[in-house]
């Protein structure tokens, strides 16, 4: 009897529980349908999906993989649209390929420093000719001497070379940085010490010999100022061989390693610092390398700890501090005695990927055509209907990206490359290849292949700030044998630096007449 006062009390909570629970997704349900309603009244091409999908967030790399979603979610999601029954809403999609976004750069002044000390040398190195013109015409006017032909000459000489040294200067070095290098460019720190020496001792000359003894020959104060400009520009002359000129000759060759995949590049550089070698190095890496992906590097440490967490070690006899040591060594016995099947286990789990993948492309394939068909469907109607009723490049790839994207979703959910790749990029890059009338496959190489980082957008860069580890300073020139690494918050770039040897190249003279022979035909021979 009170068992069954018990078992009837329980089936009322649970009767009660099942009720509300019920009630609970009525009235989510109903502020769906109410939500769908509204968004269908403010535009016939939004739509609503019933499941609401998990944003995809960046994989860490110490950490196993972890999918929030199951890949068949959209089988199992209902859209319900004005246009087409195979679209997705623009709310709902708002989290597609969304990447959780890293921290705001600060503005950094630090950078335009070099630029604007670069600026200040410049406009004294302009006024200061200049100067030497128009203070004695201030100062003692009536003494000096008339300036004649020769003088005008002068004068147009000057400038002429003021014209092209302000050119020269301006392609050489207002420019801004490219990056910020942990310590000072000796090369271009040693030509703003050389030019600031020149302007000062001949301010002192000018101040000395002209100011204090006011000079009446105006003629020879034109050449001190021709001179002067003709010095500035033997600087600049020199500027462009230890800027420019000297690293073009190959001289070493670097090998650049990551650490993460080992993907490995080789560039020939002249002669530079090791921070202007690793300067090049970056700017090669975001067009050379492929796009980093952590989610890739977790399969083996995933593997490893799936193999660790299915053992279990039963300890029968004794108990104390021999336990713990006794079953980390029971585990290590019985994963050596796993290694023999373990490769079979991985040949069938990479065997299913890329059985996965080739299933996801093929769909994500079909959905792309089907789309631009549909496209080019458009096209040909709105090319009846009148010229304000057209539709712009925009409007279409939002229009026909829901049926995509379902497919490319999946797709990119397969080959973890959902971080990679928002939404707003692929409607960008969809709309681009409907105005440029190109293929569904031109517009799948990008998903299809990975490219380099610089085609992506920049919030899918894993970082720009890098850390420079060398044992040798980083101002000292490149020598072989040199290494150090360029680090940042997920992995790193290894460079060993070789010389190229030298090669030595010997002549062999042939003679012409070394190469004749004669054939002698015999009447006995077939031929």
């Not at 670097?254 to 530079?272: A, I």
């Amino acid at each position: 009897m009170d068992t069954d006062s018990i078992h009837s009390g329980y089936s009322h909570h649970s009767n009660r529980s099942r009720g509300s629970n019920k009630q609970s997704e009525r009235s989510s349900r109903d502020r769906h349908k109410s939500h769908s309603r509204d968004s269908s009244s403010r535009s016939d091409k939004n739509v609503t999906i019933s499941a609401s999908s998990a944003q995809p967030q960046q994989p860490d790399q110490g950490s196993a993989p972890t999918d929030a979603q199951d890949d068949n979610w959209g089988e199992t999601t209902t859209a319900v649209t004005g246009t087409s029954d195979h679209s997705l809403s623009q709310e709902d999609l708002a989290g597609f390929g969304k990447e959780t976004e890293g921290p705001v750069e600060k503005l950094n002044c630090v950078r335009f420093l070099p630029l604007a000390l670069t600026l200040v040398l410049g406009l004294l190195v302009l006024i200061t000719p200049l100067s030497f013109l128009v203070l004695p015409q201030l100062m003692w006017p009536e003494r000096l001497q008339a300036c004649g032909t020769a003088c005008e000459g002068l004068f147009l000489s000057l400038a002429f070379k003021l014209l092209i040294l302000l050119l020269a200067g301006w392609a050489l070095f207002a420019r801004p940085g490219r990056a910020s290098l942990p310590r000072i460019a000796v090369f271009r720190a040693l030509l703003g010490l050389l030019t600031l020496l020149l302007l000062l001792s001949y301010w002192l000359f000018f101040g000395v010999r002209i100011l204090d003894s006011q000079d009446e020959n105006y003629q020879g104060i034109v050449q001190f100022a021709v001179s002067l400009v003709d010095a500035l520009l033997f600087i600049h002359y020199l500027a462009v061989v230890l800027l420019e000129i000297r690293h073009l000759q190959p001289c070493f060759s670097l090998c650049v390693v990551r650490s993460t995949d080992g993907e490995t590049r080789h560039y020939n550089l002249g002669q530079l610092s090791i921070q202007r070698a690793a300067l090049v190095i970056l700017e090669h890496y975001y067009k050379d390398f492929s796009v980093h992906n952590p989610a890739l590097l977790t399969a083996a440490k995933s593997r490893a700890a799936k193999h660790l967490a299915g053992l279990k070690v039963y300890n029968v006899d004794g108990s104390g501090s021999d336990a713990a040591t006794a079953q980390s060594r029971a585990k290590i016995a019985a994963a050596a005695r796993q290694r023999d099947t373990s490769h079979n286990e991985l040949y069938y789990e990479e065997a299913e990927h890329d059985r996965r993948v080739r299933k996801r492309r093929a769909r994500l394939v079909v959905a792309v055509e089907e789309a631009f068909t549909h496209v080019r469907r458009l096209q040909e109607e709105e090319k009846k209907k009148p010229p304000g009723d057209e539709m712009d490049p925009r409007e279409a790839a939002q229009a026909i990206f829901p049926s995509m994207a379902r497919a490319l979703q999946k797709y990119l959910r397969t080959t973890r490359q959902q971080h990679c790749h928002s939404m707003d990029s692929i409607q960008a890059h969809l709309a681009f290849c409907i105005t440029n009338n190109m293929t569904p496959k031109a517009f799948l190489e990008s998903y299809l292949t990975a490219g380099p980082t610089l085609q992506y957008t920049r919030e899918c860069w894993q970082t720009r700030q890098w850390t420079l580890v060398s044992e040798a300073s980083v101002t000292s020139p490149l020598r072989h044998g040199s290494e150090f690494q360029l680090k940042s918050s997920d992995f790193s770039l290894v460079v060993t630096s070789k010389a190229i040897p030298h090669l030595k190249l010997s002549e062999e003279y042939v003679h012409p007449k070394s190469h004749k022979f004669v054939l002698q035909l015999q009447s006995e021979t077939s031929v």
